[in-house]
């Protein structure tokens, strides 16, 4: 039998148990709810493999990342033969974006990334939920059904080009701007802010679906941030200004950094090294496709396994992981992905959509998955390679994605990234 003593509790403990009925002052140092501001990209149109690009100009303001987007328009030119069937197959208008590039005002060239769109389309399909694809991702562009009757975006008989308007989350857009604890960024590091998109190939980009009349061309036009703005009290402002001068101001985010190889239809036993020395290695997706990017009847975003009994595993220095061994269970692949995101994103990805469309090799390189600041290191001498034999198949890209942390460090004139 427990005996509890008396004793005097805090406000805190009433708090949680929803019995402190004291009034609360106004905790908010915002001076005005979040605005949103149109800031056009330098050009009002871009056509396929050119490079999008647009400088913050914030001023004073903090931006809110979640409440920020790309709006964009996008347009495709059919031959006038008959009606389109065009959509972003089993991605979405992130598919365009094949390269990023962020460079700090200062001129720092904070991260650049190629293929992200696929690492985009792996890893959201990982952490969102059904509800996310049914309201924000559809706005993103993601289809239910990309080849089913009708699921298309464009399906016009037309011989000028066809827009359709289609919006991404600064935070969906590219892990640097969703920070790691839900942050707002101040002016010392988003204003004069340059982001570079690069286009991918029309292939790449689009899937058309059987039947569909020829695609020429596509183009973006209509693009802007639409930012999502906050003003605070000048006591506050003055606080974080005087941080950055006296210290710095210190922005964690996570990077991405992909090796891509391909692999021949006999070569069944193959490694692939990702050579990279970062401090905090967060976790490692790899998926594998077949070649055809050029090919707009072939969709690009899609990943399955390869033919034949498949065995992997990740080779972390000296050791194996996930199991200390060779993983040949499919069973066993989906639940180690399961198990190494549930924490953060719960299950999201059911396992016909994991079979079929994104099939990921996954494990996680947090020492503890429940600490945001953990993770193995890595350098030349401790590497990750993943070991990974198939039946004979046909050739086939494999990408592997190390997430790692990175530090932005800015002050009033300069900045620097560490890994």
């Not at 009002?44 to 100009?57: N, V």
């Amino acid at each position: 039998m427990f005996v509890y003593n008396k004793i005097i509790m805090s406000s805190s403990i009433y708090d949680k148990n929803r019995m402190n009925y004291d009034f609360q002052n106004n905790e908010s140092v915002k001076l005005i709810p979040t605005d949103l501001q149109r800031i056009p990209f330098d050009n009002q149109r871009y056509e396929a493999q050119t490079t999008m690009t647009l400088t913050f100009s914030t001023g004073q303001y903090f931006l809110d990342p979640d409440k920020s987007y790309i709006d964009l328009g996008v347009s495709v030119t059919g031959d006038n033969s008959g009606p389109l069937a065009v959509n972003w197959g089993k991605g979405s208008v992130a598919n365009l974006f094949g390269g990023v590039r962020i460079y700090h005002k200062s001129g720092t060239q904070i991260t650049h990334n190629v293929n992200l769109d696929l690492w985009t389309k792996a890893k959201q399909y990982i952490e969102k939920d059904t509800f996310w694809f049914q309201t924000q991702g559809e706005i993103q562009g993601y289809l239910a059904d990309p080849y089913g009757a009708g699921q298309v975006w464009w399906n016009e008989t037309s011989p000028n080009p066809v827009q359709k308007n289609f919006k991404i989350k600064l935070c969906d857009l590219h892990p640097f701007f969703a920070g790691v604890r839900g942050k707002i960024f101040p002016p010392e590091i988003i204003e004069g802010l340059r982001i570079e998109l690069d286009l991918n190939p029309l292939g790449r980009a689009f899937f058309s679906q059987v039947g569909g009349a020829p695609v020429l061309g596509y183009s973006v036009s209509r693009c802007n941030l639409q930012a999502g703005l906050c003003d605070v009290q000048d006591q506050a402002s003055d606080i974080v200004n005087d941080i950055a001068n006296r210290g710095g101001l210190k922005w964690e985010f996570n990077d991405v950094f992909m090796t891509t190889v391909q692999i021949g239809a006999n070569q069944n036993d193959f490694t692939v090294s990702v050579d990279k020395a970062v401090s905090l290695a967060q976790n490692m997706i790899t998926f594998t496709r077949e070649l055809g990017d050029g090919n707009i009847g072939f969709d690009s975003h899609v990943y399955n396994q390869p033919s034949g009994g498949i065995k992997w595993n990740y080779r972390i220095g000296n050791i194996l992981y996930p199991y200390k061994r060779q993983v040949d269970n499919k069973l066993d692949t989906y639940t180690i992905l399961m198990d190494n995101f549930n924490w953060q994103c719960g299950n999201n990805l059911i396992y016909s959509e994991w079979d079929l469309y994104n099939h990921c090799y996954t494990t996680l390189l947090r020492t503890e998955d429940r600490l945001l600041n953990s993770g193995d290191y890595l350098n030349a001498n401790k590497r990750v390679e993943l070991e990974f034999q198939k039946g004979d198949s046909n050739p086939i890209l494999v990408h592997s994605c190390l997430e790692h942390r990175k530090l932005l460090s800015v002050n009033g004139v300069n900045s620097k990234v560490d890994i």
